[in-house]
DNA sequence: ACATGTGAACTGCTTCACAGCG
DNA sequence: CGCTGTGAAGCAGTTCACATGT
């Protein structure tokens, strides 16, 4: 199959979300002009974005929500659960252990990992913290299908090459740092130092005229 | 100034990073190449990218380090610090109010608010949880310059017209939905369901050929 | 009549290739 | 001579506009 983009994929992921809403609400189809506003984006996009798997609309009527809620789990894999460990047991890594959400959405935590012999073996809420080192036996009785790493960044590529010599073929990187994996695993990175740039780009870009920027320049304030 | 491509600013943020893991290891001088190499990207990218700001290096010779950390975090608006306030004390939001990697790069978080009423009072680590009603009075004599959303997604939207309402112009929204906000406000948004399901989408792609997909199929393993 | 599905036009980011300069 | 800086070319994603089907 063609290649798809990956602005397609998050914006599938959007509609979908919507999609449940939507169905909730009651109405049983819907339009690409309806779905695109909450999605942010236009209805041509949400066609094109639709038509790169098919055609699930009917002309002149749109879209049955039920039908549609389907056919993007079936595009995006969402049919069976996907079994996912956490690497790094510190902050990040026990609130996400913890986040209910990803169970409710089809990704069930199966297992939290570290590296620091002094957190091996202790408890982190329900589960009992493994060896990293343990990871590809482990992988080899109960396969993980998604690795989430929040390990420092020193350590993050080293991790995952752990994580990928133990099979594990999809990452999600919480560590500010680009890392170099193999073509066969797909990694996605949310680098929230990043974002935070970003904002910072944004807010000085804007000149930040707002009052609020006085105590900073005159500290005298 | 002319539009900055997002894609350039996050590519900016990275760059600094390097270079500043490239200063401590003692080099004064970087090339094109090698930055590219670091943040997984081109040559030509990154003098693209910064050419856009200016002209910092030297021909035949590359970029010196310590000149262009200092004027990435010009260009990125790292000069002075950016306070932070966390909206949403639940288990992300108390995560990242203990993260110090954001106060480290020069984000301090300043204080947490939430608008459950058992919340509001009770400490948060060093914190004391505050009511979102007040974000304005409060904004007023220490204004803040970021706003983190960690609210469930039924209260995002509500949340961020209140932060938006008492003054913050950027927000680092982690709800799993798209939010509307007035143009004079930057948003970015990390969506970690979004995320998962690429993954989700990727693994399926690759027809998830690994040995473990059996015991998905096949329960009866 | 109405909303989808889609080729064509457009926009903007990336890559190329080389002139320019240290 | 080496590496930057940058127009030009190439490519990918988005938007347009309308033919198509119900």
Redo the contacts with the bound molecule.
Sequence with gaps: MK?V????VRRLSLYLRYLEDFAASGSST????ELASRAG???????????VF??????????DVAELTQKLREILGLEHEWRVVIVGAGKIGGALALYRGFRQRGFPVVAVYDSDPRKVGSMFESFVVRDIASLAADNRREPADIAILTVPAESAQEVLDQVVAAGVRAVLNFAPVQLHAPDHVTMKTVNMAMELEGLSFALKSLGNRESGSAHRRAKTG
């Design positions: 290649r983009a990956d602005s397609t819907i339009s690409s002009e984006t236009t209805s041509a996009q949400v066609r094109k974005d639709l038509s098919g055609s699930f609309g009917k002309r002149g009527l749109g879209y």
